[in-house]
Each structure stands twice: as structure tokens, then as C-alpha cells.
């Protein structure tokens, strides 16, 4: 913002944040992209990443570029965050995050429940390079405490979890962690710095997918890791700049666009997420719907504490076989599209099986596999609902719930 104006509410951030018109100098209306893979001063900085400091001007962009920092400085304002690092995934952003934070001896502590990706990576990755991992039902805040050992370094939950919504309670968590002399990273994608704020929780780092409802549009891939300016700069230095997964100045760009209704579609997301579990919850089809702004959401209470915004992901399972309704509504459905991800501006559906994502990302056995099917069933059916309008959207489901 200009010197003269302290504005600190969510939505006037998403469009001024790190760029009042006074510091860009430029009478653009958005800000340019910077389509350039190095600057031509490299006198200012040593050739190393070693050399680099906070002073160092842009360089490569693979350390740093204007468009990626106005997105950094968004990101870092709407989270409370002293700083935001952009990465070109969110895969990339908690990769990095994990590599940075934990070394060979190191025990990571995981929500049992999270987007397949992450708990791939956890599980058949970190152990290569010696890096213990404990999956923990994070709903459970005596099993998290219990997971804890003298080596853990990290604890990462995401909350909502990708695909259940199951939640985590961030300010517990954050005093078990600290407890344990760890640090807590929050995966806060699905509920968007809009919904919750994981760093004023006592959270050390937040990390997103841009992907998803910052970017809004299912046009570009990102990521962030926003947290304090130590931690940050360190992670730019020994995970952005050596592994390499720097955000593309076009797709920051997109993200950037994307950002700037990412007030007004999240209360579009919700309002019409509160229509379509109500319609779900009562249809005969319908086993159980899980959406966290709902009273039948099992940790509803949580939710009112935590967060300020549900967003539009909702998760259902069905009374029937699960595969051949999938199969059917991938058929039938004309206004939802059948696919993957979520956050995007059109409402998306997709089926998850149960035996598959056990057996495949999450490895639940006994007690915490029986907790996964007594939320999901044989499968859930993960709806990302998007901003069309409730009426149609319900006729369509509808038609193809027959
Ligand atoms: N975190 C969550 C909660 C996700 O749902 C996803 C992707 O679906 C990711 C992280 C990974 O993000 P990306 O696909 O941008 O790498």
C-alpha cells in the first residue's frame, strides 16, 4: 500500500498489497509481467546463492523476480506473515518446505488424511533420505501428542483435509508442536487465507496450492510457503534456488489476476456449498455429506472457531456401490465437470475410492483405516462447487443422481 493508507482488510489486500499505485510509479492498471530470466546487473551479487542477502537486487529469476515478489508480498499480508516464498506447484512449495526443515535423523509428523501427493512424498520419498515420518490422525489431538519424539522437527497438517474435510484444530496442534520443540506447517489451501489464518494460531508456516482458489481459474500451477523472514530466506536460498522450483513470471501473473476476486468468489463458494449439502444431505442417494460450515459436520463447532469462511469443497459418499455411480455421473453430469482439482470457478467432481487411496497414499491400517471408512464409505465423492448458479447446479445433480 502507499505510505498514507494502512488498510488491512482481507479483500482491499487481494488487490493492493505490495503495490499501491504510488510505489508502482506506472499508470497500468495491473501490474506487468516481467517475462525476463535474468537482469543485467550482476555486479550487485555474488554468482553463489550463498551470497545472496535480503539486499540483493533481482538477479535470475530462478532466486527472484518483481512479478513473483508483488505475489510473495500479497500472499504474506493476507496470511500475517512476515514473508511468502512462490513456488511453480503447491507440490513444489511442501517439498521444498520438508527438505528444507528436516534431515537425515528427523521425524516428521503427518496428518494421516491429506491431499495423495503429500502423503506419497511422505511416505516413499522422505524415508530415502532417512527422514522418519509418523502419519497421525490429526483430529485427534492425544495422537498427535503421542506421535511426537525428541527428533521431531516438523509437524504438517492440512485442514481441511483433502478429501474427507476432516479437521485439524490448528491452536492445539501449535502448542504440541512448540511443546515438542518443533515447528507446525499448515496446509491451508482448501479453506484460503480468507477462512483461516494458520500463523495468528501460533501455525510457523502456511502453505498453499495457488492452484486451487487463489488462482481461482484452473489456468496456471503455484505455490507458496508463507512464514517469518528468517525461515523464509532460508528456504530460498537452500530449497528454491537449488532444487529449482521457481514459479513462472506468466503464471504469477494469472495467479495475481486470479487473487483479486478471491474475496467475493469465496463467499460465492460458500453460499452455494450451503445449498448443495442441504440438497445432497437429503437425497435418498446420499450416505453422508461432509462440508465444515454444515451443523452436521462432526467437528462443525471447530469449524465456527477456526474458520471465517467454509469455502465451496464438499465431500459425499453413497448409499450404493460408489465406482458405478461414479461411472454414471461422469455419464450424466452437463453443468459439473467430471475431473480432478478443485477451487476452480466451475463446479468439478470427482470419485476417490476408499481401497485405493488406503492401499496407495495414505497406507490406514485397523483403527484409523475403520475412522477413514466411517467418514468415506467405499469412496467419497470429492465436489469442488463452483460459482454457477445453485439452482442449476442442483438440477444437474439431480438428472444424473437419477
Ligand atoms: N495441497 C492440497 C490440499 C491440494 O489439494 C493439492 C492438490 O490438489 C496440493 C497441495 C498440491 O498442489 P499442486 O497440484 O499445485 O502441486
Known sequence: MNDQTSVSHDATLTLHAGAGPREIGLPASSPPVMATSFFTHPDAVGFSANDLNEAAPHFYTRWSNPTLALLETRLAALEGGEAALSFTSGMAAISALFLDRLSSGDHLVLSNVCYAGVAELAHDILPKH???????????????????????????????????????????????????????????????????????LGADYVVHSLTKYIGGHGDALGGAVIGRQEQIAALRKGSLIHLGGSLSPFAAWLILRGLETLAPRMMMHEVNARRIEAFLAD?????????????????????????????????????????????????????????VSLGKTKSLLFYIPTDDVLRSSFHLEGAEARSYRDWAGDGVFRFSVGLEDPDDIIADLEQALG
Open 130 to 200: 532417512g527422514i522418519a515420518v509418523t502419519a497421525v490422525d490429526a483430529s485427534n489431538l492425544e495422537a498427535v501428542a503421542a506421535a511426537m519424539r525428541s527428533n521431531t522437527k516438523l509437524v504438517h497438517v492440512e485442514t481441511p483435509a483433502n478429501p474427507i474435510l476432516r479437521l485439524s484444530d490448528i491452536a492445539a496442534i501449535a502448542k504440541i508442536t512448540h511443546a515438542g520443540g518443533a515447528e507446525l506447517s499448515v496446509d491451508a489451501t482448501i479453506s484460503t487465507p480468507l477462512g483461516t489464518k494458520p500463523l495468528a
Open 283 to 339: 437425497h435418498p442417494k446420499v450416505r453422508s455429506v461432509f462440508w465444515p460450515g454444515s451443523p452436521r459436520h462432526p467437528q462443525h463447532e471447530l469449524a465456527q472457531r477456526q474458520m471465517r469462511n467454509f469455502s465451496g469443497l464438499l465431500a459425499f459418499s453413497a448409499k450404493e456401490e460408489g465406482g458405478a455411480l461414479a461411472r454414471q455421473l461422469a455419464e450424466q453430469l452437463r453443468v459439473v465437470s467430471y475431473a
